[in-house]
Structure formats: structure tokens, C-alpha cells
């Protein structure tokens, strides 16, 4: 197996912690020392989050807020760096204060080290995760 599908199998691992709802797994699968970034995050929200704990922190709340029910596509590509895997993603599921349905794309970039994630930017619409939320969509 080349490096650079060994890439996309681990993001696809984090894909399967995530629909799983089990944050502890997906934190897990993090380098100690990972830095996450969420450059469209809305304001309130953190976009840079520094080391395995703060991501499980931010994320342990997830699956109490918004039930995902599925990734309805996904699309994982591999890169000429050997350890690093972009992913074209989109899931639907329900909020759970108001049960407005959620559907969210996401574009993804990992890099790992030692099979671990070293690096994890996303880009997301957070218009349209407050709206469902309940809040303004602007």
C-alpha cells in the first residue's frame, strides 16, 4: 500500500469516528500536539484549536447538539505529499434543541504524522450551521 493511500484510509478512519459520534475515538486518532483549524468558524467560535485535550474538549458537545445521520458524499484525495489527504464531504442529520435538519459540506485537509493527525483544516458554511441552529443566516 503506497503512503499516499495510507493517508486517505486514516482520514477515512476519522470520517468513521465522526459518524460514529464518538469524539474520544476521533480525538484519539490526533497527534498530542495537533493543531486544528476552522478558518470560517463564526464569531464566538474558536478557529485554531492546539493539542489532542482542546479538540476533544471542542468536540465532546457535538453529538448532543447535532445528530448526524449520515455522510451523504465523500470524496477522499490523495496529494503528491505522501502524508497529507484532502476530503470533499457533505452530512445530514437533525439539531437536537429544534430539530431543524442539518446539512453541511465540508472541505477537509489533514496531514499526519506517525499515523497520527498532525494537521486538520476545515472550511465550512457557518451561515448555514446557525441558521440551523435556530439563529441569523445574515
Do not use: Q
Not at 41 to 48: C, D, L, Q, T
Not at 92 to 98: E, H
Not at 123 to 134: D, E, Q, R, T
Amino acid at each position: 500500500m503506497s503512503e499516499n493511500l495510507a493517508a486517505a484510509d486514516l482520514l477515512k478512519r476519522s470520517m468513521d469516528a465522526f459518524l460514529a459520534k464518538d469524539m474520544r475515538a476521533w480525538a484519539d486518532l490526533c497527534d498530542e500536539n495537533v493543531v486544528v483549524e476552522f478558518p470560517f468558524a463564526p464569531e464566538g467560535s474558536p478557529s485554531r484549536l492546539e493539542g489532542r485535550d482542546a479538540i476533544y474538549e471542542y468536540l465532546r458537545g457535538y453529538p448532543d447538539l447535532i445528530d448526524i445521520h449520515s455522510i451523504t458524499s465523500l470524496e477522499i484525495h490523495s496529494t503528491d505529499d505522501p502524508d497529507t489527504a484532502i476530503a470533499d464531504w457533505s452530512v445530514t442529520g437533525r439539531v437536537l434543541a429544534n430539530g431543524n435538519p442539518y446539512t453541511m459540506s465540508y472541505a477537509t485537509f489533514v496531514t499526519f504524522k506517525d499515523g497520527k493527525v498532525a494537521k486538520y483544516r476545515e472550511y465550512w458554511n457557518p451561515l448555514a450551521f446557525l441558521k440551523a441552529l435556530g439563529g441569523e443566516s445574515f
